[in-house]
């Protein structure tokens, strides 16, 4: 009775031999003229869409799908220019060509590509079917039974392609654009219009990891930084999170739902008003220090970010106060699930509390929570909020090339985009901050009993 | 044999009032920088950080100047700008989140493992990466400086974002479906009168959720509007605020309008805790 179970398991390319082999002559057609076959057999709404896909693709290509494929190859061959000229305004730019641009126009024509492609096999599998229905003597579909079916069989169709072209345009076509930037020398020195950036294959690698550089002498300690930061701020945050929240959940203590509504304020209030407001406080100058001094407890202000040491320490306590609460709220739950008898029976044996906590309750919170350690931990790979209001990445560093001692991969990311332009350095960081979280999920996932196939649970 | 029952409750009430007082220091310590926002939203006295804690003198004049002084900053046009953002994101979103989920969780189809999987790999990029890209494709289709831009980009890549509501319609048991499909009824119904309905509360979450978003994000909004202060969202402007010629004037009227996008962000996030929950540990606490 389930209308799924019908899954074609034919790969594509198997199945246009089979469609070219097995198809009458419309259908063999309808491989260069798309929806000859539908047209021909009554299908007239259909066969016409498929047509004018063709003919647009044709127009596409050659208006300007020819002409950015082409570009592709070595982005742009002729510099601006600044021409003398005899009168007035006696300059003038000749424009020359923009590397940027034929890039963008390049991945935008393999899109377009791709997708007609998409469209082809769609149009070459209706003619098959059309041909087929027919052999059999069957009565072909109308448009409106297609529309009707795209409501029911083909439902999944319907639904994802909106989400889709959002995703295809918005992330994944700015995604392989990066990603190509990363093998140009599309830096600094390098903008268009002015002037032209190239490839130059895997150089960018070379420069940021081994070269010896500033530039990989920085990449280094920042990406040391980014491991010690993202395993402190998501051990740290856990632990005291689950101890939070044992407190609260303790017997004795009452008016649990204010205790916990407390913590979550912090959570509640944005970023970017609480980081700030945090930094301002935390200043060389700021009431911290202020209230500190008048109460005779420190003679000269203490550096909370303005030197190395007490600059990390600062984030990762600061990183405690936003993410103490999201581990209490997470694991509060899990902590009563655990069954009173197992604590009972411990304590009966004698066990510590202490013995307790590691023996009983750790283990079985870290088997529940497993999965979302692992996020938190990419999570604070890429935490850019909390590095980037409170410390900026400061302070700064004259060794380091754009970056500064609290900076991690991503926030040093993005100052080379934003205030350098060094947009090929920036997207290698990103394909290596991407190789650095798929590497540890990999590794965590495998390892992780909590992750089940997601059949058992419907 | 009372002897030793007493001591018990001694040792219970003195483990209780260490309880309490470390409960109350640390709702202290996370408290402060809260209330000290709120004191400086009243503060008098104008100026970035003052050596001590409690203001000189109290006024409701921040607010006011929020609102009147819109020589450079015009914080109600802002406001109303996030506001139209929020609203026609979250539609967007919601749709785009429901449809894919949905059909991640109910329908099977051919591509359905390959799509999940390259979701999971795509959601492995910093976001920030291909912010440039984003910015000089609006570029090219004209957007860029507007609010349509913002929408776009907020909602743009939603459907991502399937895995938690995901989750939820996985455990909606898939009986009830099969048994509509046998009475006759097509996949969209199913969805649009059985799931939907039954899907109440990630709706709230979901919808709530990518409202928040246009109120919270100061990066992409700072790289598409640049300087064009008509259309900053609130999150932009009072990031600007604290630039170095705008601090000593605009600091106490910062943390005025802070406080007041704060409270219905606070607020949202209060009621739907419970959601989070659930969607971050996909489900496996029943608190």
């Keep these: 009775m389930n209308k799924n179970s019908k899954i074609k398991s034919e790969n594509v390319f198997k199945f246009i031999g089979r469609a070219f082999k097995e198809g009458d002559i419309l259908t063999k057609l309808s491989f260069f003229i798309m929806g000859l076959s539908n047209l021909v057999r009554g299908q007239i709404i259909k066969g016409l869409i498929f047509l004018s896909m063709e003919l647009g693709f044709i127009f596409y290509m050659v208006m300007a799908g020819v002409a950015g494929l082409s570009g592709l190859q070595n982005l742009g061959t002729k510099t601006q220019e600044q021409v003398v000229l005899s009168e007035p305004p006696y300059m003038k730019i000749v424009p020359g060509d923009n590397s940027m641009l034929m890039l963008l126009y390049g991945v935008v024509a393999l899109f377009i590509i791709v997708a007609f492609f998409i469209a082809w096999k769609a149009n070459v599998k209706a003619a098959f079917e059309a041909q087929k229905i027919k052999e059999k003597g069957g009565k072909l579909p109308s448009f409106i039974d297609d529309i009707k079916a795209h409501f029911d069989a083909k439902l999944h169709k319907s639904l994802l392609f909106f989400p889709m072209t959002g995703v295809l345009l918005f992330t994944v076509l700015p995604l392989v654009f990066m990603i190509l930037i990363a093998f140009t020398n599309f830096d600094n020195a390098h903008q268009p219009p002015g002037n032209l950036f190239t490839w130059v294959g895997l150089a960018n690698f070379k420069t940021v990891l081994f070269s010896g550089q500033t530039i990989s002498k920085t990449f280094w300690p920042v990406f040391g930084w980014t491991i010690v930061w993202a395993i402190f701020a998501t051990g740290l945050n856990y632990i005291f999170g ?34 700030l407001i945090m930094k301002n406080m935390l200043a060389d100058k700021g009431p911290i220090n202020g209230m500190l001094e008048s109460a005779g407890l420190i003679s000269s202000y203490i550096p909370f970010l303005t030197q190395t040491m007490w600059a990390r320490v600062t984030v990762l306590v600061v990183n405690l106060w936003i993410g103490v609460p999201y581990t209490m709220l997470i694991t509060t739950g899990v902590l009563m699930n655990i069954p009173e008898d197992i604590y009972e029976s411990a304590k009966i044996d004698g066990a510590s509390p202490i013995a307790m906590f590691v023996k009983i309750t750790l283990p079985y919170v870290l088997f529940v929570t497993g999965p979302y350690l692992i996020q938190q931990f990419i999570g604070n790979i890429n935490n850019f909020n909390v590095i980037f209001l409170l410390s900026g990445g400061g302070p700064s560093s004259l060794d380091y090339y754009q970056a500064g001692k609290t900076d991690l991969l991503v926030t040093w990311l993005y100052k080379l985009t934003v205030n350098r332009k060094d947009y090929s350095f920036a997207a ?22 909590a992750y089940k196939s997601e059949e058992d649970f419907q | 044999m009372s002897k ?42 104008t100026g970035t950080y003052t050596p001590y804690f409690f203001p000189k003198g109290y006024t409701l004049d921040n607010y006011k100047k929020l609102f009147t002084d819109t020589n450079q ?17 979250c539609l967007i979103s919601t749709f785009y989140v429901l449809a894919t989920s949905y059909v991640m969780s109910r329908l099977r189809f051919k591509m359905r493992k390959p799509l999940m999987n390259v979701a999971l790999i795509l959601g492995m990029f910093p976001g920030f990466m291909s912010m440039i890209a984003v910015y000089y494709i609006l570029k090219g289709i004209g957007l860029t400086q507007s609010l349509v831009a913002l929408v776009l980009v907020y909602s743009g890549g939603a459907g991502l974002g399937f895995y938690v509501a995901k989750g939820f319609f996985d455990t909606v048991p898939k009986a009830i479906d ?7 009824a097509t996949k969209w119904q199913v969805f649009t009168k059985l799931t939907i309905p039954l899907s109440k509360s990630i709706i709230v ?83």
Excluded at chain 1, 244 to 249: T, V, Y
Excluded at chain 1, 433 to 444: D, P, T
Excluded at chain 2, 274 to 284: D, F, N
């Design chain 1, 242 to 275: 689950m101890l939070l929240a044992m407190l609260i959940n303790r017997k004795g203590v009452k008016f649990k739902g204010l205790w916990r509504t407390i913590f979550v304020l912090s959570i509640a209030v944005p970023q970017f008003v609480s980081l």
């Design chain 1, 428 to 449: 290698t960081i990103g394909i290596l901050v991407f190789v650095l979280s798929a590497v540890v999920s990999l590794i965590a996932y495998r390892r992780t009993s």
């Design chain 2, 4 to 45: 030793k029952t007493r001591s018990m409750s001694q040792a219970k009430k003195t483990a209780n009032f260490f309880s309490y007082l470390v409960l109350i220091v640390l709702s202290v310590i996370w408290l402060v920088p809260i209330v000290w926002v709120i004191l400086t939203s009243f503060r008098a006295e």
């Design chain 2, 73 to 89: 900053f015009y914080f109600a046009k802002w406001f109303a700008n996030t506001f139209i953002v929020a609203v026609c994101s």
């Design chain 2, 178 to 184: 099969e048994a509509a499909w046998i009475d006759g």
């Design chain 2, 205 to 287: 979450y979901t919808v709530l959720t990518s409202f928040m978003g246009p109120w919270l994000d100061y990066i992409f909004v700072s790289v598409i509007m640049g300087d064009n202060y008509d259309k900053y969202t609130v999150a932009l402007g009072l990031f600007k605020m604290l630039e170095r010629e705008f601090i000593t004037q605009w600091f106490t009227r910062y943390a005025a309008g802070s406080v007041l996008v704060s409270i219905p962000i606070a607020a949202l996030f209060i009621c739907m805790q419970k959601y989070y929950v659930e969607g971050a540990t996909g489900g496996a606490v029943k608190g």
